[in-house]
């Protein structure tokens, strides 16, 4: 995965937590309680310094294992960062048609209390922020791992978190408006692409370490006609996070994932909303 799959990643999880940060800043301003700014900033800045300190852990803590151990925690962490991708994927389509009235109900049940607030934002933000260094550290790892460069994945997301505070700024501000239900959609989709590929290839660490099966057991092979650093290779590799050569238990996974989330995923977007029921006619008063 390069700049553009990191980009909608740090988008996606940078305009959640800025969506949830600019609602409570909102409310506690129009609801006359700016005194509590403060905490809301304080738990944004502990959820920052958080995941931080989690990406260090995830980019320095495996050096000196074996070669097998480092494949092992590369692959599970892949597989359980495509998860949590997968969950926050489904989570906004649901909720963002109602993420704003739920926070106000949240806030109000806070009142004053002096740590309700910060554990609230820190909580939103510090969730987004985890998901997001544990699904950059994959991709990182994936293209270092492919010869390429690693500074593409981290400069993607940082990009995408940048264009997420400002979307977050000026919809605080009243300047945008834009449908969240169809923007997480489409980006929802293509996201489904990007998460199958980190799995994969969370499944390839797995079969290198001897977890599972089947490392020379090759689906296909296609690095002759489309090389990995061709321009058409680079291009896939970017864009559907292909890879010119897999196994079979990578290329089923990878199909099977698509199959099966982008299904469900299809069918939450679509789902309408119950109808409402029509009112009962009042009956006609008895006479007399």
Known sequence: MDVLGNFLIGLREGLEASLIVSILVAYLVKSGRRHQLPRVWAGVGLA??????FGALL???????TFSAQEAIGGTLSIVAVGLVTW???????????????????????????WSLPLIAALAVGREGLETALFIWAATKAA????GSTTGPLLGALLGLAVAIGLGFALYAGAVRINLG????????FLIVVAAGVLAYGVHDLQEAGFLPGLNNLAYDVSAAIPPGSLVGTLLKGVFNFSPAATVLETAV??????????LFVR??????????KPVAASAHASA
């Open 48 to 53: 920052v310094a958080v995941s931080l300190g």
């Open 59 to 65: 980019t320095f803590g495996p050096r000196g294992l």
């Open 88 to 114: 926050m994927i489904f989570w906004m389509a649901g909720a963002s048609r109602t993420i704003a009235t739920d926070l106000r109900h949240r806030v109000d049940a806070a009142g004053d209390n002096a």
């Open 144 to 147: 270092a791992a492919e010869g």
């Open 182 to 189: 169809r923007f997480f959609a489409i980006t929802g989709s």
């Open 254 to 263: 990878w199909v099977a994932y698509v199959a099966i989330v982008g299904t």
């Open 268 to 277: 939450t977007v679509r789902r309408k909303a119950p109808p409402v029921p």
